[in-house]
């Protein structure tokens, strides 16, 4: 069985690869405490900035980032592993980090002080949700193919059981670990398995009711990776029943974990939903 999550295991690295973007426009984290590539809007008048969060890919999330700043949003698309001077892994990875990248997004000229707007696709959407979940500023959240709780984390060698994904002030956060119970047949397997043995009581349920602002969820019916539409279920029914109408979540028929890319292209009805999701009510 453990030949059969290496093997199936092995495929999240290479079907959500994305090289990291490099240009001159990079910011290292030698120089602001963090990595990731600034898009700075053009407006004069002060706009809302966008957090942008990759997934299990690693590396700047600039595919996620470009049409998002193309739309006229101030765009801080950001690394968090598999960068220079970042963990090379996605493990403990330190929420403390994402505060820094924060305040210094919002200190951005022409960007409000007080608000801020994140999205997020796969590992990056569970991060998106629970960043949320832990400060009041954040208005909104794009999350694409989220998870309604915090997983272990993704190491190369899947012969080695990981710790969590995150840590806060040292400590890891309580986790879903790979526990499957039968035979795996794909990465879906695996974590339908796991969340259907999770041992935790909940603990490692991110806190979505705690969430301020709007969130949207988007999740393809054929996701391959994990059972992202049934816990955007979940995390819809957790928020509306403390607010209504805090969470909204589109299940797309036929299209698989990153939607096949379809939000992100200028020539689909799709883009036009996912930017919506950005401004509406704002």
């Known amino acids: 069985m453990l030949n059969k999550i290496i093997n ?16 001159t426009g990079v910011i290292t984290f030698k120089d602001e405490g963090f990595v990731g590539k600034f898009y700075p809007s053009s407006s004069t008048e002060k706009r809302i900035a966008v957090l ?60 409000k002080p007080d608000q801020l707007i994140v999205v997020g696709w796969s590992k990056g959407a569970e991060l998106a949700l629970l960043l949320a979940s ?42 879903i670990p790979f526990n499957p119970t039968g035979k795996v047949n794909g990465l879906l397997d695996l974590y339908a398995q796991s969340l259907e043995s ?30 992202s539409p049934q816990m955007s279920d979940v995390i819809c029914q957790q928020m509306n029943s403390k607010r209504d109408d805090s969470c909204q979540h589109i299940n797309y028929l036929g299209l698989n974990h990153l939607l096949n890319y379809k939000f992100i292209n200028k020539a689909e009805l799709m883009n036009k939903t996912f930017l919506n999701m950005l401004t509406s009510d704002l």
């Open 198 to 227: 999770r041992a935790d009581t909940g603990k490692a349920n991110i806190p979505v009711g705690n969430i301020r602002g709007k969130v949207f969820l988007m999740t393809g019916e054929n996701d391959e990776i994990w059972p």
């Open 52 to 111: 942008v969060l990759g997934g299990s890919e690693g590396g700047i999330p600039d595919k996620l980032a470009k049409p998002i700043a193309e739309a006229g949003f101030s765009t801080l698309a950001l690394a968090y592993f598999n960068a220079l001077d970042l963990p090379q892994e996605l493990e403990k990875i330190p929420l403390e980090y994402f505060d820094h990248a924060k305040l210094w997004l919002k200190k951005q000229k022409n960007v």
């Open 134 to 175: 832990r400060d009041a500023s954040i208005q909104r959240v794009v999350a694409i193919a989220p998870s309604s709780a915090v997983w272990a984390g993704i190491l190369k060698d899947w012969t080695k059981v990981p710790a969590s994904s995150w840590t806060d002030k040292g400590e890891e956060l309580p986790f």
């Open 8 to 23: 199936t295991s092995a495929f999240i690295v290479t079907f959500l690869s994305i090289a990291a973007y490099a240009s």
